[in-house]
């Protein structure tokens, strides 16, 4: 059996105090017992996250033996003189970011990123629009049941283009291998992403707003042989504006011992 963890973590906010503490973060992400974790806004070296690399932190504490951070933005997001660009993917770790990561306890035989297509044009660091670059982060993971490909990212508020982006992501991972699962954020309620993907849904239950979740927006969706061992939990941490979603699977053989 693998746990699977999904949280759009809103750059470590509590929603109890609105303060940012990544231990608090780190913490929280602990207490899920997650496997293989995947993480949207993550801020790294951002003012409004006291400066802090919030997924080192997470790494840290967990102790997990893989992991990646993929920025989507490059530079200071907010506050005085912010001027962020679309990050290309390979910065340095001490510029500031933010983006998604996506750690595994287990080991990773392959790692690679993807940079989704923006609804707005970027002309080098300038920005025609408001809608932000996304991207998705995908890894082969050898869990002990098996490789599974887990694919993280984090798509756009905009309702039309993050069924774009979808169906886009859906076309470009035909030929990545299966089993494979899709974590995050996307931004579109379901039951649509699984109607757009034609993938199962692991995830039933609403994860969307943390307080009172009305609507399923953090997905697990899966497609090959990978199955749930049973229903899917949107947990409320106290940290971020969403409930973070926990699915235990297995892969293949580890369906039927």
Do not use: C, K
């Given at each position: 059996?693998?746990?699977?963890?999904?949280?759009?973590?809103?750059?470590?906010?509590?929603?109890?105090?609105?303060?940012?503490?990544?231990?608090?973060?780190?913490?929280?992400?602990?207490?899920?017992?997650?496997?293989?974790v995947a993480l949207q806004e993550v801020?790294?070296?951002?003012?409004?996250?006291?400066?802090?690399?919030?997924?080192?932190?997470?790494v840290e504490a967990t102790g997990v033996?893989?992991?990646?951070?993929?920025?989507?933005?490059?530079?200071?997001?907010?506050?005085?003189?912010?001027?962020?660009?679309?990050?290309?993917?390979?910065?340095?770790?001490?510029?500031?970011?933010?983006?998604?990561?996506?750690?595994?306890?287990?080991?990773?035989?392959?790692?690679?990123?993807?940079?989704?297509?923006?609804?707005?044009?970027?002309?080098?660091?300038?920005?025609?629009?408001?809608?932000?670059?996304?991207?998705?982060?995908?890894?082969?993971?050898?869990?002990?049941?098996?490789?599974?490909?887990?694919?993280?990212?984090?798509?756009?508020?905009?309702?039309?283009?993050?069924?774009?982006?979808?169906?886009?992501?859906?076309?470009?991972?035909?030929?990545?291998?299966?089993?494979?699962?899709?974590?995050?954020?996307?931004?579109?309620?379901?039951?649509?992403?699984?109607?757009?993907?034609?993938?199962?849904?692991?995830?039933?239950?609403?994860?969307?707003?943390?307080?009172?979740?009305?609507?399923?927006?953090?997905?697990?969706?899966?497609?090959?042989?990978?199955?749930?061992?049973?229903?899917?939990?949107?947990?409320?941490?106290?940290?971020?504006?969403?409930?973070?979603?926990?699915?235990?699977?297995?892969?293949?053989?580890?369906?039927?011992?």
């Amino acid at each position: 059996m693998t746990r699977l963890v999904t949280f759009n973590v809103q750059h470590g906010r509590s929603q109890h105090d609105g303060r940012v503490d990544p231990a608090r973060l780190a913490d929280a992400v602990v207490g899920l017992g997650g496997d293989v974790v995947a993480l949207q806004e993550v801020d790294r070296w951002q003012p409004r996250s006291l400066g802090s690399d919030l997924a080192h932190a997470v790494v840290e504490a967990t102790g997990v033996v893989e992991h990646r951070y993929l920025p989507a933005l490059a530079g200071l997001v907010s506050g005085p003189g912010a001027a962020p660009r679309r990050a290309r993917g390979d910065e340095p770790p001490h510029v500031p970011a933010y983006g998604i990561a996506l750690l595994s306890r287990h080991p990773v035989r392959e790692w690679w990123r993807v940079r989704l297509p923006v609804a707005t044009p970027w002309l080098g660091p300038v920005h025609l629009g408001p809608d932000e670059p996304r991207v998705a982060l995908a890894a082969v993971v050898e869990t002990p049941d098996g490789p599974l490909t887990v694919v993280a990212t984090h798509l756009s508020s905009w309702r039309r283009w993050n069924r774009v982006q979808l169906r886009w992501l859906a076309r470009h991972l035909r030929a990545a291998p299966r089993p494979l699962v899709l974590l995050g954020d996307l931004n579109v309620p379901a039951p649509e992403p699984a109607r757009i993907t034609g993938w199962r849904p692991l995830v039933h239950v609403p994860t969307f707003p943390r307080h009172r979740p009305r609507t399923t927006i953090d997905h697990v969706l899966a497609d090959g042989d990978v199955e749930a061992t049973g229903p899917a939990r949107a947990v409320d941490t106290g940290v971020s504006d969403h409930r973070a979603v926990v699915v235990d699977v297995a892969v293949g053989g580890g369906l039927h011992p």
